[in-house]
């Protein structure tokens, strides 16, 4: 009769050992699914990357990889959006005095000296190929977003005034999409 009570307990420990093993594992699942979203539709990825590096969106943070543009709302929720397979986002902050190290580029949150300036991009391929060649203003945050072709090298220069800096940037898998070390 002990013996019968044993099993009995034991197999009813083990009942709730696994329920809350599996509830554990499933909520856990289902938060995780709610806090990353992949959105492999690329929509208008161009006007919503614009929109976080101007500050049109507010609603949290945005950084960009070489792949995704990566949103976090203010409740941690985190959205993940593909960019283009044919174009690669950059932002370049020009700077004179201050920089900060940068490879990934933080939409809502890298701030670089010269905002709201007017400079001169020149950029070409390693052919020769011109890519841009025009006047370009920085945002609010001291950038110019670019999109650029992938899987190519280039050469840019930038210019203000009588200054300018030159660099080789490339747009190649896992390249950065932050350049913070244009002195000019």
């Known amino acids: 009769m002990l013996k019968n009570k044993i099993i009995w307990l034991a197999g009813i420990l083990g009942i709730v050992f696994i329920s809350f093993f599996v509830s554990t594992n499933l909520y ?14 690329s929509g208008d990825i161009k006007q919503l990357v614009h929109d976080y590096s101007v500050g049109n969106l507010k609603n949290g943070s ?20 593909d960019l283009p397979k044919d174009e690669f986002f950059v932002s370049i902050a020009p700077y004179i005095h201050q920089t900060h190290p940068c490879e990934i580029h933080s939409l809502t949150g890298c701030r670089g000296e010269l905002a709201n300036e007017e400079f001169h991009v020149y950029i070409e391929n390693t052919e020769g190929n011109v890519i841009i060649d025009k006047k370009m203003k920085t945002h609010a945050n001291g950038f110019i977003d670019l999109w650029l072709p992938r899987n190519e090298t280039f050469t840019i220069t930038i210019t203000k005034d009588e200054k300018n800096a030159q660099s080789q940037i490339s747009t190649f898998e896992d390249d950065q999409t932050c350049v913070t070390n244009m002195k000019l």
Do not use: P, R
């Open 62 to 81: 945005a950084s960009i990889t070489s792949q995704q543009l990566i949103v976090t709302d203010k409740n941690s929720n985190q959205m993940t959006y």
């Open 28 to 41: 856990k699942n289902i938060n995780d699914e709610k806090n990353t979203t992949v959105k492999n539709e």
